[in-house]
């Protein structure tokens, strides 16, 4: 599919692994590349007072020249960051199960959510996988598996990076009329908090992005429907990226 490096960002509290079930879909002569975000993986926790730019400048390193850059919820504020700031690191955007431009409400719920977390870690990380999975088939032991990784979190990092995401999409929305690479912005059709509606707006604010909702689908895109977003990754490079 991509001669250059295809470059893949995760979410809040997660990790690389989560893109495991995207990356065995791969071709095998794709350059594949799954970051850790700062305060995520291995990394060092992140401060108090990180910032979107901070996340994104932790990660613009390991993101060579020309890469086709893909985020995932937290990850695609950071790849948006990246394509208005650094565009030579950047051939391609995708942006999956991205948030933006909130409303009052989708902000107060986001920070209600925030607040949780600080007062209940462990409950909130069962509220998220219900959120995330209920209803949707998947096996018992992916559920699980992202439980874990979502419970080995530093939770004061954790919170430091929750805050980012919750209010980071108001920060990056006038830059997005300046994204100058083509985009993609794809959502699962019953995803309660990366909606249908946010992938709409990201499409409209980006001069050159479409926008693809995945029928039935709910937040875990990389992992609950990976063959769906696969294939809208290599039809969008391949068509617009002429590779």
């Known amino acids: 599919m991509a ?9 809040v509290g997660l990790d690389s692994t989560m893109w495991e079930p995207v990356t065995a879909l791969l071709e095998d002569d794709v350059d594949v590349r799954a970051l850790d975000l700062p305060g995520h993986g291995r990394r060092e926790p992140a401060p ?7 996340l994104a400048a932790g990660v613009a390193g390991e993101v060579p020249p020309g890469s086709h850059l893909v985020g995932f919820s937290l990850g695609a504020l950071v790849a948006q960051h990246l394509a208005r700031h650094r565009p030579d690191l950047v051939a391609t955007l995708t942006s999956v199960s991205s948030v933006c431009r909130r409303t009052e409400a989708e902000r107060a719920a986001v920070l209600a959510r925030l607040d949780s977390a600080a007062a209940d870690f462990p ?3 069962a509220a998220s996988l219900q959120r995330w999975y209920d209803g949707t088939g998947t096996a018992p032991e992916v559920v699980r598996r992202t439980e874990a990784t979502l419970l080995a979190n530093d939770v004061p990092s954790y919170l430091n990076c929750y805050r980012v995401f919750a209010t980071a999409d108001a920060e990056i929305a006038p ?3 300046r994204i100058a690479v083509p985009s993609l ?7 309660p908090g990366s909606t249908p509606g946010m992938t709409h707006r990201l499409a409209d604010a980006i001069p050159d992005c479409r926008a693809v909702v995945v029928p039935g689908a709910r937040h875990m895109l990389p992992v609950q429907r990976p063959q769906d977003l696969v294939t809208c990754l290599t039809t ?8």
Do not use: K, N, Y
């Open 236 to 243: 969008f490079i391949g068509e617009r990226a002429h590779v």
């Open 175 to 177: 830059e997005l009329p």
């Open 3 to 11: 001669r250059s490096p295809l470059v893949l960002l995760h979410g």
């Open 185 to 191: 912005a794809v959502t699962g059709e019953l995803d």
């Open 48 to 54: 108090d007072g990180v910032t979107l730019a901070d």
């Open 123 to 125: 409950g909130s990380v």
